[in-house]
């Protein structure tokens, strides 16, 4: 008879950063990459925004794989529908152990970012965790279902939250833009801003910039 068991033991992961965090921060970025990035990689987009400002932190997805057929370029997914529930606990544990870590009693701008797989870990990791951000951005992805509008209800007044995706987004089609604006509005209310630029499933870099100013 095969029985599935479940064990606890402890970890080790990575993370990436970017720039330094001093007196003169400005604005910390928590930032989660999409499905077959590593966060090294990722962080790169964020390299344009003033470095005297702006501290990025970019956890790394912990399943790995290759990406070829010739065991040469290595990506990284965050979750899979296998085993959700315990994977999702692990991964919001080590984000902890990692904002804990860097920036816990921070008290400038806090903004978190997921882009497109990434937008799960994020809305999870901010409604689980209580994180008071004042801007949670949504790019290019999918908002879990199970998420409630009491979830949400701890964020400031002055928070915002922006879902952000490319009208030529081959990902995201009508019924997709449907789909996510009722559930973003159904959770974040007026604090839900909806922006569409002009391009792919891309990290809009020019957002990024505007909103770090």
Known sequence: MIKEKKISYQTTNTYSTLNTYTSKTKNV???????????????KYFSHLNT???????????????????????????LTRENTMVETQNILNYIDAVYNFEI??????????????????????????KIKCNHLILHSGGIPTELKPEDFEFLPATSKVTYLYGNKDRYITEARITEQTLIGNKLFGDKLQIQVFN????VNKEFLLSISK
């Open 29 to 43: 970025w928590i930032v989660f990459h999409g499905l077959g990035y590593l966060s090294r990689y990722f962080i």
């Open 52 to 78: 005297e400002e702006n501290y990025i932190i970019a956890p790394q997805a912990p399943s790995k794989y290759y990406q070829d057929d010739k065991f040469k370029h290595v990506g990284a997914s965050w």
């Open 199 to 202: 391009g792919t499933h891309e």
């Open 104 to 129: 816990k009693n921070f008290k400038g701008n806090l903004l978190v970012l997921g882009y497109s797989q990434g937008v799960s870990i994020a809305a999870r990791w901010v409604a689980n965790k």
